[in-house]
């Protein structure tokens, strides 16, 4: 017997004996397919490593094409950077937090800024009253930022900035902020995220239409190649994209492929591939498929390679992917939130073993609320433990070799090869974006997800099964906007009092001629800034040429519903739907929105698609929203309810001044009100105090909340 | 009644209503939405109503965006009635329509309602006409009925407005064909959108094309000329043109009897479509509950009598 049939002998044994203890009659029944449509087997075997397309078995870490490493010695010779996101309120009180960080242990900094100051509006602007400090610091001059770092040497602290739409006057402020502090541009340290591509497909914190958006990113590029050699002008992220509902194929193809999009804008400034593609970084979620994450960081290094070979660059830091990791929001969750920091725990796991260079560990209260202190301390102390007790960093890349996870880190590849090469026929990302195609992918991933997990298709614990009888409460972070509010505005009109106006003019005409004759933005924006141009007015000098970007919304249609074919519990929604129509003359209708500068739609776009698939006729509000303008919405189409999406901490302010709009508009209006998202139990009752119907928590099952919307309209409407 | 009086204060939540009334489905609605339009229409206002429509795509949405908040900076009272094609034929619809008016949804000056189509013919709901008699007698300025251009679409469309026009995007030459036949008929004007950036050249050429095409459309003497042109929505450019043209042509149809013949027999046609619909809701209801019906289907199928037969005698049953 030859040593093949021998093999293949030993594999039907396998076969047969699998069978026996499973009591099945093929071991095929046993494959999985997971939300990329990617097999997994119960067992791999040899020959599963055998012919791979992208992967070559047996590399080395520090060498093309880096599948095991972008270092030689990865986390044996340093281990991963704790980078933990945080900001909030005023920058007084960020900086306070960040200390104390330090000093427990956190190595980098990582800045989250309030949701205006990504949408480029100063603090006293009337259009983000109810988002001033909420998901982030308020950042509105050069002084604010002073604040953030004070005592904080930015000469040797790395500092990575969330920031997307207002990058030119927020990367400004850092700039002269180090500058004043002594320290040179040139010695500078960090991360500007500057990743504009994925805004328009999932976040929707931009400014400026795409084509503007994109020559600024390529006047940062290039402003960073010449002046701030330490710093990575870019971190080009698939985290909200997975966020937003992209399985780990999406996220990973339409990350790299707006890779190639900014690495093409920055050769269009005339600049050589490796002046600026060894500052160029990446950011990926990290989700609870274990093997699936680790698998998507090792293909991604093997594909940027690649991509990176065919533009030509030579030096190695341009051929490596270097990244930063977040463990996933979107995974947390509202009911028995300890259950989180097991979650994270294992996310974290699975981003190390997948080789990260940096990693953000979210705290367990984060489905509710912003983390606070205590929470924040067991996110730190979950890699701190893994660095330090696990043995992990010991050996690089451990689990090479495996049949399973290299097979695995292949087929990702391919599967993402493709999709980058479908972008690629339609001519870029940035022509795919403005097409809305990966927009739509994503959300037809999202709302699969969703229904995944309503059908019980997939388990998620204490949410759909094993939940915890008894909830445990647990204490939040309440920040007082109204008061961050006006210690900005007070801070605002100190700044407008003291700065010489006549420079400031001149440097803002400067700033908008710039914008006009094609001069690198940066330049320009750095003198405006330094002559204490606010954030705002910074990014309105920019608004004056490129004009404000308005996203329209196509929603999905029938990917939810299909999933629930023959469901009892679906059709007994449908049918109270179907009754509602008959007796009043049309379907039940309900306008779903977002308020304030909050741009997170996924969970909008998830309940807007399948309420419509139940058979509610759902109007889309656009972003942006002000309280008044949905209450206008809401009356002209007669709706029978509203329902609001926040996540960024507004339904304090916005919710009760929609309820007031809409009284004005219409005092008998029978509208109802019903609010999801993220929103600590400790204001349940003061939403309801203010005539909310329903409160619906992440984790929420969509049929359910249908039930009870349809029962609470049929209510209202038959009194 | 009460909400009479309040549409014609323009009372915005009252409109809304009315507008739902008519749209309604309960036979109890409609009888009180046949009291309603019976009486807004002894109140005309001054309203133009002006038809948009187009193949998916061209960016209707976006134009009216723009030329809306045109006019509503002209301090011109603007109404919209927009038919969202996108229905999910098993369940309900998304309306996504009002993403793409983001600016003039926000003015005191507009009044914008989305309807789902729900896939009837046309383009059209049911209570479209109704609506616009709402919001004629609520005082608005202008009018605008936006629906998809699907075929046979626009000849309804056409039937509920005073001016007609069909938007179009850069390079659609194919649509020439189309055009020769049915939509010139009723289309009085013509826009080429997304005549800007890259497009500009493309748009132009679209444009002389159309302009070509119609020079082959014989010339009725007692018409206004067709216009073709040329806007880009995201520029805000050309919408003076479009006014203008409204206006032009609006003036010459009325100094022509044009305007009130085409009401008249919009008027006519309306009520001839009353009695289809009431003859069809009548037969549906009553024919299917007729015990008479299955006897007498039998007996064709036993050849006893003809088809005929049995449609003649429910005709004169119920048409007494």
Redo the contacts between chains.
């Keep these: 017997m030859d040593k093949k049939s021998n093999k293949n002998n030993k594999i039907s044994g396998w076969k047969k004996k699998f069978e026996t203890e499973t009591k099945v009659s093929n071991a095929d029944e046993f494959i999985i397919s997971t939300d990329e449509d990617i097999n997994i087997k119960p067992l791999y075997i040899e020959d599963d490593i055998k012919n791979l397309k992208f992967v070559e078995v047996g590399s080395l870490p520090g060498y093309g094409p880096y599948t095991r490493g972008p270092k030689a010695s990865m986390y044996v010779n340093r281990p991963w950077t704790i980078r933990q996101y945080a900001g909030f309120s005023t920058a007084e009180e960020s900086n306070n937090f960040y200390r104390k960080n330090l000093e427990a242990g956190q190595k980098g900094l990582s800045v989250a800024f309030d949701l205006p100051t990504h949408r480029g509006y100063d603090s006293d602007d009337e259009m983000v009253m109810g988002d001033v400090g909420k998901a982030g610091v308020a950042i509105d001059s050069v002084e604010d930022m002073k604040i953030l770092f004070d005592g904080i040497p930015l000469d040797q602290m790395s500092v990575s900035m969330t920031m997307n739409g207002a990058v030119l006057p927020i990367l400004a402020s850092f700039i002269v902020a180090g500058e004043e502090q002594g320290v040179s541009a040139k010695n500078l340290s960090g991360t500007i995220q500057n990743d504009i591509l994925k805004e328009f497909m999932v976040r929707n914190t931009y400014i400026y239409p795409p084509e503007p958006s994109m020559r600024i990113v390529a006047d940062i590029i290039e402003y960073t190649s010449k002046e701030m050699p330490k710093f990575n002008s870019i971190s080009i992220s698939g985290y909200h994209m997975q966020e937003a509902g992209a399985d780990n194929v999406l996220e990973l193809a339409y990350t790299l492929a707006d890779g190639i999009e900014y690495v093409r804008a920055a050769l269009s400034k005339g600049l050589d591939i490796d002046d600026f593609a060894p500052r160029l970084s990446f950011f990926f979620a990290i989700g609870t498929d274990f093997f699936m994450e680790i698998a998507k960081l090792r293909a991604a290094r093997t594909l940027w390679y690649k991509i990176m070979k065919d533009f030509g660059a030579k030096n190695e830091k341009s051929l490596t992917l270097r990244t930063h990791c977040q463990t996933s929001g979107v995974s947390l969750t509202e009911k028995d939130p300890y259950n989180n920091v097991v979650r994270t725990s294992y996310e974290a796991l699975s981003a190390v073993l997948g080789g990260t260079q940096s990693l953000h560990t979210n705290s367990f209260d984060e489905a509710i609320a912003l983390p606070t202190e205590f929470s924040a301390r067991i996110a730190r102390n979950t890699q701190l433990i893994l660095q330090n007790e696990t043995g992990v960093t010991n050996t690089v890349d451990p689990l090479a070799g495996s049949y399973f996870i290299e097979n695995l880190t292949d087929e990702v590849a391919a599967k993402a090869w493709n999709i980058i090469q479908e972008v690629e026929e339609l001519g870029g990302m940035t022509k795919a974006v403005n097409a809305g195609v990966p927009k739509l992918k994503i959300e037809e991933s999202a709302t699969k997800k969703q229904a995944k997990i309503d059908s019980g298709d997939r388990v998620v614990v204490g949410v759909n099964k094993f939940q915890n009888p008894k909830e445990p409460k647990i204490d939040v972070l309440v920040i007082d906007n109204e008061k961050v509010r006006e210690d900005q505005i007070k801070k605002i009109n100190k700044l407008k009092k003291s700065r010489d106006n006549e420079k400031l003019e001149k440097s803002l005409k400067e700033l908008t001629e710039d914008a006009k004759n094609g001069k690198n933005l940066l330049y320009s924006a750095v003198k405006a800034i330094k002559n204490r141009a606010t954030v705002g007015e910074v990014s309105k000098a920019l608004e004056n040429v490129f004009g404000r970007h308005y996203a329209t919304s196509v929603g999905v249609s029938g990917v939810y519903g299909k999933y629930f074919e023959g469901n009892e519990e679906f059709m007994h929604v449908t049918e109270k739907i179907e009754n509602f129509e008959k007796s009043f003359g049309r379907r039940p209708r309900v306008l779903v929105v977002k308020m304030g500068q909050d741009g997170h739609d996924r969970g909008a776009k998830i309940v807007a698609t399948s309420f419509a698939d139940i058979g509610f006729d759902i109007d889309m509000g656009p972003l942006f929203q002000s309280p008044k303008d949905v209450a206008k919405d809401a009356v002209e189409n007669d709706v029978h309810a509203i329902g609001v999406s926040t996540l960024a901490a507004g339904h304090k302010t916005l919710v009760p001044e929609l309820m007031n709009s809409l009284k004005e508009l219409d005092p008998e209006n029978k509208i109802i009100v019903f609010v999801g998202g993220i929103i600590p139990e400790q204001d349940y009752d003061f939403l309801y105090e203010k005539n909310i119907s329903a409160i619906f928590g992440p984790g929420s099952n969509i049929i359910e909340s249908a039930e009870k919307v349809i029962d609470l309209i049929s209510k209202k409407n038959n009194q | 009644m009460e909400l009479v009086k309040k549409v014609l204060d323009n009372d915005?939540?009252s409109?809304?209503?009315a507008?739902?009334l008519v749209?309604?489905?309960?036979p109890k609605?409609k009888e009180e939405s046949k009291k309603l339009i019976s009486s807004l229409i002894n109140h005309p206002g001054h309203s133009i109503r002006v038809g948009f429509s187009g193949p998916p795509g061209v960016g209707k949405?976006?134009f009216i965006e723009s030329f809306g908040s045109y006019l509503v900076n002209k301090n011109y009272k603007l109404a919209i009635l927009a038919i969202d094609p996108?229905s999910?034929l098993?369940?309900?619809?998304?309306?996504?329509d009002?993403?793409?008016?983001?600016?003039i949804?926000?003015s005191q000056n507009t009044?914008?309602?989305?309807t789902?189509s729900k896939g009837s013919l046309g383009g059209v709901s049911y209570g479209t006409r109704e609506a616009s008699i709402i919001l004629d007698a609520a005082g608005y300025d202008f009018i605008f009925i936006e629906t998809v251009g699907v075929g046979q679409s626009e000849t309804m469309a056409a039937n509920l407005v005073d001016i007609f026009t069909l938007i179009v995007g850069p390079g659609s030459g194919d649509e020439l064909q189309g055009i020769k036949k049915g939509i010139t008929e009723y289309a009085d004007i013509f826009i080429v959108n997304k005549n800007d950036g890259d497009l500009k050249l493309q748009a132009s050429k679209t444009a002389s094309d159309y302009k070509s095409a119609l020079s082959f459309y014989s010339k009725k003497d007692n018409h206004a000329a067709k216009e073709v042109l040329l806007v880009s929505s995201i520029e805000q450019n050309g919408m003076d043109s479009v006014i203008d043209t409204i206006n032009n042509i609006i003036e010459f149809n009325k100094s022509h009897k044009i305007f009130h013949e085409r009401r008249e027999n919009q008027l006519s046609y309306w009520i001839k479509e009353e009695i289809r619909n009431q003859i069809q809701t009548k037969l549906d209801l009553e024919v299917d509950r007729d015990s008479e019906l299955i006897n007498m289907t039998k007996s064709v199928i036993d050849g006893e009598i003809s088809i005929y037969d049995v449609s003649d005698h429910f005709l004169e049953k119920f048409l007494k």
């Design positions: 915005r939540a409109i809304a209503k507008i739902t749209e309604s489905s309960n609605d949405s976006t996108s999910n098993t369940g309900g619809s998304i309306l996504g009002k993403t793409r008016m983001n600016e949804s926000k009044f914008i309602r989305s789902p």
